[in-house]
């Protein structure tokens, strides 16, 4: 393989990951949307049904800071 074949093929490798990360960013902002709206409804809906809020509390991690957060 000559210098300008491994350039080539070095370009045309960027230009795979590029657009797999790409891909990847799309998706994952189609799904963070579709997820806000799942949250959305849900929030609507619980609010509309009159249910109470409450604090989220997160159990179940080791918590290194003694925080009780994780």
Do not use: C, I, S, Y
Request: charged letters at 35%; proline letters at 1%; glycine letters at 12%.
């Amino acid at each position: 393989m000559g210098e300008r074949d491994g350039r080539e093929w070095r370009d045309q490798q960027r230009r795979a990951v590029r657009a797999h990360a790409d891909a990847d960013a799309r998706r994952r902002a189609t799904e963070h949307a579709e997820a806000a709206e799942l949250v959305a409804w849900f929030v609507a809906e619980a609010t509309r049904r009159g249910l109470p809020t409450t604090r989220l509390v997160l159990a179940g991690t080791t918590d290194v800071g003694g925080t009780g957060r994780g």
